[in-house]
């Protein structure tokens, strides 16, 4: 089973910037294509970014232009870099592999709030 470490969260003003790192145990994360998961208050779980293995990115619309998925297979670590973040990205923040949703245990993700 391979172990997710969700890290890089914390509180920031509308406007500002967060990169999220997730770091999985194993090398066979480089076998599976990766998504970054958010969850608010409230809400279910909605994927929002996601890499190819040879990386390949998509994301949704609401996210598009403002946040950046990336990822270093050397180092089995995925990556989520945002920008222009506004009120409405407050949620705790997952990585998992697009396939079924998430087939590997889930991590504690990592909490962003952004709030003035």
């Known amino acids: 089973q391979v172990q997710l470490v969700e890290s890089g969260g914390g509180l920031v003003q509308p406007g500002g910037s967060l990169r999220l790192s997730c770091a999985a145990s194993?090398?066979?994360?480089?076998?599976?294509?990766m998504g970054w998961y958010r969850q608010a208050p409230g809400k279910q779980r909605e994927l929002v970014a996601t890499?190819?293995?040879?990386?390949?990115?998509d994301s949704v619309d609401s996210v598009k232009g403002r946040f950046t998925i990336s990822r270093d297979n050397a180092k089995n670590t995925v990556y989520l870099q945002m920008n222009s973040l506004k009120p409405e990205d407050t949620a705790v923040y997952y990585c998992?592999?697009?396939?079924?949703?998430?087939?590997?245990?889930w991590g504690q993700g990592t909490q962003v709030t952004v709030s003035s």
């Open positions: 998992n592999t697009v396939q079924e949703g998430g087939i590997w245990d």
């Open positions: 194993a090398s066979i994360f480089r076998s599976y294509a």
């Open positions: 890499i190819s293995r040879t990386g390949t990115t």
